[in-house]
């Protein structure tokens, strides 16, 4: 627990000095601790060192995780629950229902999804457009590896915002992006510094559409990805170690 609140604490203060570093006001990243295959005690511990904000890649995970938290804590302990990775149709409805923040949405199809099954349930859920600046097969997202020149991807990407946007029960507030594995710095930064620029450009093509958030960086990156704009920062192993 100690190396736990510990490492927490170092990522913080990393944090704090990459804001005054660029000049970004304090406290205006959060982080969100990767808790993904970890077991829900460790949940508890990242609790009681501070944290409140919690990333899960798989929707039954989370599901599974955020009942036991809960049946500890309460449903009222402020945890914010953000589900992180792709998502398939057939489990959208259990990221209807459990998720608070939902990082990575990719498909028209799973948002058409997403929006009807938050109808019946009566909830609203904040959701980030996923795009994948670095053209990498390897990363999921809507394709905006040539963005900035190629009017069949600035107009894909435009409807994709204008229609997700326009969804019932879905609050589309920004986007995310996943940088190259082990690239230099210079080259993860310009993919962060481009979905910044992307998210501006979608603003002002798509009517009364707002982008305020950027979900960039882990735990490699993170501090390029602020000094780029990240609101949301996604880090597991900075913080819980690596897993055996």
Do not use: C
């Not at 970890?38 to 955020?66: I, Q, S």
């Not at 939902?102 to 929006?115: T, V």
């Not at 594995?181 to 979608?202: C, K, M, N, S, Y």
């Not at 990805?225 to 920062?233: E, F, N, R």
Request: without cysteine.
């Amino acid at each position: 627990m100690s190396n736990l609140t510990e490492r927490y604490h170092e990522t913080i203060s990393r944090i704090a000095a990459a804001e005054r570093a660029t000049g970004r006001a304090p406290g205006a990243v959060t982080l969100v601790a990767v808790t993904k295959t970890w077991p829900a005690g460790v949940v508890l511990d990242a609790y009681a060192a501070g944290m409140r904000h919690f990333g899960e890649n798989r929707p039954e995970e989370l599901a599974e995780k955020r009942a036991a938290v809960e049946a500890v804590l309460g449903p009222d302990s402020g945890i914010t629950w953000h589900l992180i990775g792709p998502l398939q149709s057939r489990k959208a409805s259990l990221a209807a229902a459990h998720a608070d923040i939902f990082h990575a949405l990719d498909r028209l199809k799973i948002a058409r999804r997403l929006s009807a099954q938050l109808a019946e349930l009566g909830r609203t859920l904040p959701v980030l457009l996923e795009v994948n600046v670095s053209g990498e097969a390897s990363k999921s997202g809507f394709p905006a590896d040539r963005w900035e020149t190629d009017a069949a991807q600035q107009a894909a990407l435009r409807e994709a915002a204008a229609t997700i946007a326009a969804l019932p029960r879905i609050q589309l507030q920004g986007l995310m992006t996943m940088a190259p594995w082990d690239a230099p710095a210079g080259e993860i930064q310009a993919v962060f510094r481009r979905t910044h620029a992307l998210a501006d450009w979608l603003q002002a093509a798509v009517p009364h559409l707002a982008l305020p958030w950027l979900s960039m960086g882990m735990t490699d990156d993170f501090e390029l990805a602020i000094a780029a704009g990240a609101t949301h920062v996604r880090v597991g192993r900075a913080i819980f170690g690596s897993r055996t």
